[in-house]
């Protein structure tokens, strides 16, 4: 099992430009969560995708926007790249089990984006 | 609505000495805690989680955590600190509900340990 895989590794960017990354769940995972790590700080919730749509949002622009493919895997975009949006992102997913509740997440090594 | 407070942003120990990690929570639902920690460069690695059952739970690597609703904390120890325990850990409280999935973090806590 590969885990959460996530591409690309690293990511430099100018301001103004449009980015896309990529995230391989876990085998048998259906739920996938993307989060803004910045530096010295604690992850923050971006938005999660279930069964191909958005099922919670965090407090973040539309700029940012994202996709989840039949085969589970997803995207995450964000446009008109600004210098704050240099963080790592990291992408998690988690299994949707009886009741509505989440088992817990695994995280993919990130993809750290720097935007000049 | 949830949030979580990580008390102390840096924690140093000496090496086989007892390490305390403390975390606070706010939740709106029955929450779901966990700790993770995150190694230089490297991913989060989950150490130990708490859904409804024992409020004493055991992780990996040593670590146990306890919950206690009355002080809604859930604090993270571990009896004998190791070099290689040195990282960023992070307390996070995710709503045990129907649609539940958007987890809140704390700021970490960086734990030196000396040798």
């Known amino acids: 099992d590969a885990g959460v895989t996530q591409s690309p590794t690293h990511l430099i960017k100018t301001r103004g430009q449009q980015v896309t990354l990529r995230c391989s769940p876990k085998?048998?995972?259906?739920?996938v969560s993307w989060y803004q790590q910045a530096l010295g700080q604690g992850p923050q919730f971006i938005f999660q995708?279930?069964?191909?749509?958005?099922?919670q949002r965090g407090n973040f622009p539309d700029r940012f926007s994202g996709h989840q493919f039949p085969n589970y895997s997803s995207e995450l975009n964000v446009n008109a790249l600004l210098l704050g949006d240099s963080a790592l992102y990291l992408c998690?997913?988690?299994?949707?089990?009886?009741?509505?509740?989440?088992?817990?997440?695994?995280f993919g090594p990130g993809t750290r984006l720097t935007v000049l | 609505a949830q949030s979580v407070t990580q008390l102390d942003s840096h924690v140093s120990v000496s090496e086989g000495t007892p390490v305390l990690l403390r975390c606070n929570y706010s939740?709106?639902?029955?929450?779901?805690l966990f700790w993770y920690v995150q190694h230089p460069n490297k991913g989060l690695q989950l150490l130990l989680k708490?859904?409804?059952?024992?409020?004493l739970v055991k992780g990996i690597n040593g670590f146990e955590a306890e919950f206690k609703k009355s002080e809604t904390s859930f604090h993270l120890t571990k009896p004998s600190a190791h070099m290689s325990d040195a990282a960023e850990y992070f307390c996070?409280?995710?709503?045990?509900?129907?649609?539940?999935?958007?987890?809140?973090f704390g700021d970490g806590t960086t734990l030196t340990v000396k040798p």
């Open positions: 939740s709106s639902y029955s929450p779901s």
């Open positions: 996070v409280v995710t709503p045990r509900s129907t649609n539940a999935g958007k987890s809140t």
């Open positions: 085998s048998g995972h259906d739920t």
């Open positions: 995708y279930y069964e191909e749509e958005e099922r």
């Open positions: 708490y859904t409804s059952a024992a409020t």
């Open positions: 998690a997913s988690s299994l949707l089990i009886a009741g509505g509740s989440y088992n817990e997440q695994f």
